[in-house]
């Protein structure tokens, strides 16, 4: 308890003697500086939502309006409207004061106009999403009106820079698709899965629905489409993440690994500090708002709303439902090193610690001596269990006390640090190195991650990184673009001297980190950590993961295919899944559709009518190589309309989600609804994403790509598949399914991948020597 006490900044006591007050100078002192702290970010906050509020026009533009008002009404020339005679009749007298007044209030009410006006034209402009749906090979030719929109959307986007939060007011709001058109589409979609007598089992059911209760629904839908800023994010959050009851750690979290191919320092304290101190720059650039937002095709602005909850952010459990609480400000972050807890100071003197500052106290961490208090050293696997567990324990165990105290201080730091004692290695001759540093990322040992916190950082004995993140929050693509944010900081400046510290000299001793202090010696408390410790356990065990790096060849040949990347891939992962199970299976693919305001995911179906007839091409060998050429191209084709669809609103899953969301609430029983909702997804696939950052050069820095991210499969007899298209010649695939399920396994999935995409090659210089004879043809007549 000497750590709890040691908190108090003071006390007070009154005794037969008289009255006495103790206080700490010190802890007051760093009070003070918070809450200095914290209204310098009110105050911030305020300001840039000022500037947000009036964007795309400039918060100076004001001053020049009200001049023109001021000069048109002293020269006698009447201010449009005549708004200055009105104003004037509303005050009390007609001196020169009042007459200046009356021209501040009609130059603001003319320049609310003019902002106004501009930003929903902006937001009519970005409605438009025909430049979506152009064609970009080489030769294409944009339509006029794409050219045109395209010209406007730059006078009004570019002319004045935007903050992080500034196209907020000017994105457009989630469509809702028409019944009959997500009908449609499904039925498509599922075709190649069912045959003749489900299909039209399943065409009944999708009619029935169409022409009884959908109507009804639709109606409640397109209210919440008026009234929500998004209809399906606040529900998709809830009911899919919040409402979930199943264990976050492989289930829901997903990972991150470092750039592998450059490796800075091998000094764990020192990478720690440096990445600290990254995180800590970009907490305060997103604070600021000075980020730049993402612009697609450097034009089309996507919707900033998810980097809100980056830091300071926990899902807290609950009985029936977890929450989301994102802290407004945090000063310190939780290191975990050994079983043991330590509260960090980050901020000290009025600003962030510098990296060599920060490097002291990982140290002092590093070298502690200190054990683990009875059930410390397995407390995190609490976070790693189910749900409704893990929120009865936080009831009985954590609700007062010491315990509560400290679990607060890890909820509410900025994030947390695992400093693990094993290496993160890569091995382009070990592959098996990888796999386990992917395994380290996704789950660790079941105990050295804190699941529920917005993201953990992890370091390795040594100093390669990698992340575990939460789901809720924000999707995957957020993640990464911090991620690269560190990786391109690290590649553009020399953070480390030649012994590997991290540079600089400290101006002062900063705070000592401070051991957290837990009350667990009792039978209920251990009980309740043994118990989720053997239940992470036995989770973690059943992962069978596969990190395999595609190096024959990269997005340089599928471009010189005239093939989208994505596409390509998509297709690979078809035929190697039918060549692994034996069928084809509802895939996932998640696409994003933060065009919108508050956007998230949307699905893509990439099993098509078009991939099915391909794949089964390449396993007929009388099928000609053109053919298999021609049916590979119209896949693809297929896939990006679909996912073009998926980005502007048109797909399938989350209408239908929303959909059976206000059946529940009507307790309107839909049989096609809820089989649609039930359809497992056996191959879960998703692209992360790079190049969000303009820091991010890879022709300069060829060695700064990540070797991306992954996640848990989804079905227990399924895969789930992240991939990263990592430069010219490298791919990255991640792959995850269960060992307890016998006819899945990661290994050989990989190897499918490897012969698909090796087959692919083939398929193409076949095709390219049978062009060649008829262009030399084709030459020779000319």
């Given at each position: 308890m000497a750590e709890a006490h040691s908190a108090v900044a003071f006390s007070f006591s009154i005794t037969h003697e008289g009255w006495h007050l103790n206080y700490d100078r010190e802890v007051l002192n760093l009070v003070w500086q918070s809450g200095l702290r914290s209204w310098k970010k009110r105050l911030a906050r305020f300001r840039t939502g000022v500037r947000n509020g009036v964007y795309p026009a400039h918060l100076q533009s004001l001053w020049l309006v009200i001049a023109v008002a001021l000069a048109l009404h002293f020269t006698q020339r009447h201010v449009p409207f005549n708004l200055v005679s009105k104003f004037q009749t509303l005050l009390p007298g007609d001196t020169t004061g009042y007459q200046v007044t009356a021209c501040c209030l009609a130059g603001s009410f003319f320049w609310l106009c003019i902002c106004y006006t501009m930003r929903y034209s902006l937001k009519l402009l970005l409605m438009y999403k025909g430049w979506m749906y152009e064609k970009r090979a080489p030769g294409s030719k944009v339509s006029l009106p794409t050219r045109l929109w395209a010209l406007f959307v730059k006078v009004l986007a570019t002319w004045n820079k935007p903050g992080l939060y500034s196209f907020q007011g000017s994105l457009p709001r989630l469509p809702l698709p028409k019944v009959d058109e997500t009908m449609s589409r499904y039925l498509r979609s599922v075709r190649?899965?069912?045959?003749?007598?489900?299909?039209?089992?399943?065409?009944?059911?999708?009619?029935?629905?169409?022409?009884?209760?959908?109507?009804?629904?639709?109606?409640?839908?397109?209210?919440?489409?008026?009234?929500?800023?998004?209809?399906?994010?606040?529900?998709?959050e809830e009911y899919v993440y919040l409402r979930g009851r199943g264990a976050l750690?492989?289930?829901?979290?997903?990972?991150?690994?470092?750039?592998?191919?450059?490796?800075?320092?091998?000094?764990?304290?020192a990478r720690a500090a440096s990445v600290i101190h990254m995180l800590l720059q970009f907490r305060r650039i997103v604070e600021r708002q000075e980020l730049e937002p993402i612009l697609v095709q450097g034009l089309v602005p996507l919707c900033s709303w998810q980097y809100e909850r980056i830091f300071n952010t926990v899902r807290?459990?609950?009985?029936?439902?977890?929450?989301?609480i994102h802290y407004q400000d945090s000063n310190h972050i939780v290191v975990l090193h050994k079983g043991c807890y330590y509260k960090m100071i980050i901020?000290?003197?009025?600003?962030?610690?510098?990296?060599?500052?920060?490097?002291?106290?990982?140290?002092?961490i590093l070298n502690s001596s200190d054990k683990p208090q009875p059930g410390e050293e397995h407390l995190a696997s609490l976070t790693a269990s189910e749900r409704t567990k893990w929120a009865k324990v936080r009831e009985s165990i954590f609700a007062k006390g010491v315990n509560k105290t400290s679990l607060h201080l890890i909820e509410s730091a900025a994030f947390v640090l695992s400093l693990d004692t094993e290496p993160f290695e890569f091995d382009m001759a070990h592959p098996e190195k990888l796999d386990n540093y992917g395994r380290q990322m996704l789950h660790g040992n079941g105990y050295n991650r804190w699941f529920d916190k917005s993201f953990t950082v992890c370091v390795g004995s040594n100093?390669?990184?990698?992340?575990?993140?939460?789901?809720?929050?924000?999707?995957?693509?957020?993640?990464?673009?911090?991620?690269?944010?560190?990786?391109?900081?690290?590649?553009?400046?020399?953070?480390?001297?030649?012994?590997?510290?991290?540079?600089?000299?400290?101006?002062?001793?900063?705070?000592?980190?401070?051991?957290?202090?837990?009350?667990?010696?009792?039978?209920?408390?251990?009980?309740?950590?043994?118990?989720?410790?053997?239940?992470a356990q036995q989770l973690l065990n059943d992962v069978d993961l596969r990190c395999y790096v595609h190096s024959a060849y990269g997005k340089g040949l599928m471009?010189?295919?005239?093939?989208?990347?994505?596409?390509?891939?998509?297709?690979?992962?078809?035929?190697?899944?039918?060549?692994?199970?034996?069928?084809?299976?509802?895939?996932?693919?998640?696409?994003?559709?933060?065009?919108?305001?508050?956007?998230?995911t949307e699905t893509v179906r990439p099993c098509t009518i078009e991939s099915v007839a391909w794949v089964n091409a390449m396993s007929d060998p009388k099928c000609s190589v053109e053919k298999r050429v021609k049916l590979l191209n119209e896949a693809c084709e297929r896939h990006q309309l679909g996912y073009q669809d998926a980005m502007c609103g048109k797909g399938i899953d989350r209408h239908l989600f929303c959909l059976y969301v206000v059946s529940k609430y009507l307790e309107v029983d839909s049989p096609f609804l809820?089989?649609?909702?039930?359809?497992?997804?056996?191959?879960?696939?998703?692209?992360?994403?790079?190049?969000?950052?303009?820091?991010?050069?890879?022709?300069?820095?060829?060695?700064?790509?990540?070797?991306?991210?992954?996640?848990?499969?989804?079905?227990?007899?399924?895969?789930?598949?992240?991939?990263?298209?990592a430069g010219e010649d490298l791919i990255f695939f991640h792959i995850s399914s269960k060992k307890a399920c016998g006819t899945t396994s990661s290994e050989r999935f990989s190897q499918q991948i490897a012969r698909a995409l090796d087959d692919m090659k083939h398929l193409f210089e076949e095709y390219k020597k049978l062009q060649q004879p008829k262009s030399a043809a084709n030459g020779a007549t000319k």
């Open positions: 190649p899965l069912l045959d003749d007598s489900n299909y039209t089992r399943m065409e009944r059911l999708a009619k029935e629905f169409q022409d009884t209760i959908a109507p009804k629904l639709q109606r409640y839908l397109t209210l919440k489409s008026w009234w929500s800023t998004n209809y399906v994010s606040d529900w998709w750690m492989v289930n829901s979290n997903f990972y991150g690994i470092d750039a592998i191919f450059s490796h800075p320092t091998t000094i764990q304290s807290a459990p609950g009985v029936e439902t977890d929450k989301i901020y000290h003197n009025g600003r962030i610690l510098r990296p060599c500052e920060l490097q002291i106290q990982i140290e002092e100093a390669r990184i990698g992340f575990n993140a939460e789901h809720t929050w924000a999707d995957a693509p957020v993640m990464a673009h911090v991620w690269e944010f560190i990786v391109a900081e690290e590649a553009h400046m020399n953070r480390y001297d030649e012994n590997g510290n991290t540079l600089g000299i400290p101006e002062f001793e900063p705070p000592k980190p401070k051991r957290l202090a837990f009350d667990l010696d009792n039978k209920v408390a251990l009980d309740a950590i043994n118990e989720a410790y053997l239940s471009k010189k295919c005239r093939l989208s990347p994505d596409a390509f891939l998509q297709m690979a992962l078809q035929l190697a899944y039918f060549r692994d199970a034996g069928k084809f299976s509802l895939t996932y693919e998640a696409s994003m559709t933060r065009l919108f305001r508050e956007g998230r809820k089989e649609v909702l039930s359809e497992p997804w056996r191959l879960s696939t998703s692209q992360t994403p790079h190049g969000q950052t303009s820091k991010m050069d890879l022709k300069k820095h060829p060695n700064c790509i990540s070797a991306g991210g992954g996640f848990g499969p989804v079905a227990d007899d399924g895969y789930g598949v992240s991939y990263i298209v």
